[in-house]
């Protein structure tokens, strides 16, 4: 079974500070992995994603994230935020059968 | 081009009532996915299906019936709605395994 972990429900930042969104994902076979972001009352946009090759996937609107193997993780990072940003954030693993699992999500917001 | 989209966007209706959501994508793409996001911003598969067939049908209601006519479209219909179905649901779609899901912008649906 597949299962997706975002630590931080929450995580305010200032405008032009570099931000980390954190992810850690259980599976027994190999994944492909997502971020997603949901701006208010809209459906999910795809950030970026990873499938294979490159661990640094670069993403829309300046963000990236470092698939980590050994460490199940796949944060999501910008090293510098604009207002724009704030948003709820989703990790999602795929692991066959197009059934994406999705974490809690974050919430980033974004403080002038 | 609107992508995926899906029609009603706010449905409101009493409880115990029928109603159906709707969504076709103009993307070519094969399957077919309904979400549900409750009110905590949790994201949970449904259903999918590809070439009109399907294929995931998660642990949910059997007052929920999902319905496609042909691949450009997935209907949700809903028997005797609950309080408890209060939610907002996206309807995606995807080429392949491991290929992005696209989302449609959401129905939001309260039963009072």
């Known amino acids: 079974a597949q299962s997706v972990t975002q630590l931080d429900s929450q995580v305010p930042v200032f405008e032009e500070a570099p931000v980390e969104l954190r992810c850690n994902y259980s599976s027994s076979v190999s994944v492909y992995l997502f971020w997603y972001v949901q701006y208010p009352n809209q459906g999910l946009q795809l950030l970026l994603k990873y499938l294979s090759g490159s661990t640094l996937v670069k993403g829309i609107n300046g963000f990236e994230a470092e698939f980590n193997k050994s460490q199940t993780s796949f944060h999501l990072r910008k090293p510098s935020v604009h207002i724009s940003d704030t948003a709820e954030y989703f990790c999602a693993v795929e692991a066959g059968a197009n059934n994406l699992f999705f974490g809690t999500g974050t919430r980033l917001t974004v403080i002038p | 081009d609107t992508a995926v989209s899906q029609t009603p966007k706010y449905l409101v209706t009493q409880m115990g009532n029928d109603k159906s959501i709707k969504c076709e994508q103009n993307?070519?793409?094969?399957?077919m996915y309904w979400y549900k996001q409750d009110s905590k911003k949790f994201l949970k598969i449904m259903f999918s299906?590809?070439?009109?067939?399907?294929?995931i049908n998660e642990t949910v209601p059997n007052r929920f019936s999902p319905k496609s006519p042909d691949k450009a479209h997935l209907n949700l219909h809903i028997n005797s709605l609950e309080l408890g179905d209060s939610a907002v649901y996206f309807c995606?779609?995807?080429?392949?395994?491991?290929?992005?899901?696209?989302f449609g912008p959401g129905t939001r649906l309260t039963v009072t």
């Open positions: 993307l070519g793409h094969d399957t």
């Open positions: 995606a779609s995807s080429r392949r395994a491991g290929n992005e899901q696209y």
């Open positions: 299906y590809n070439n009109k067939e399907l294929i």
